[in-house]
């Protein structure tokens, strides 16, 4: 018996950040019925990443969602 590993599409979100109190919390729920698989903020950087695994979701509309919550700016995917 082989398995085989079953490829999924990886959507990585990028933004800039300028607020952070209970940022993560917000996002969290926010991003409740998606596979997300990283969130992270760089204060170093100024930056959160956040990487979602599976298709069926409009990265577009995921990305625009994100840009209203406070404290986040300009934010892309690939």
Known sequence: ???LAVERTVTVFTARVVETE????????????YD????ALSLDDGTLNITVE???FDAGR???RLNKVIGV???TYS
């Open 73 to 75: 700016l300009e934010v």
């Open 1 to 3: 018996m082989t398995l």
């Open 22 to 33: 209970g940022m993560l919390a917000r996002i969290a729920v926010m991003l409740n019925p």
């Open 54 to 56: 599976g298709d069926g």
């Open 36 to 39: 997300v698989r990283e969130l």
């Open 62 to 64: 995921v990305a625009a």
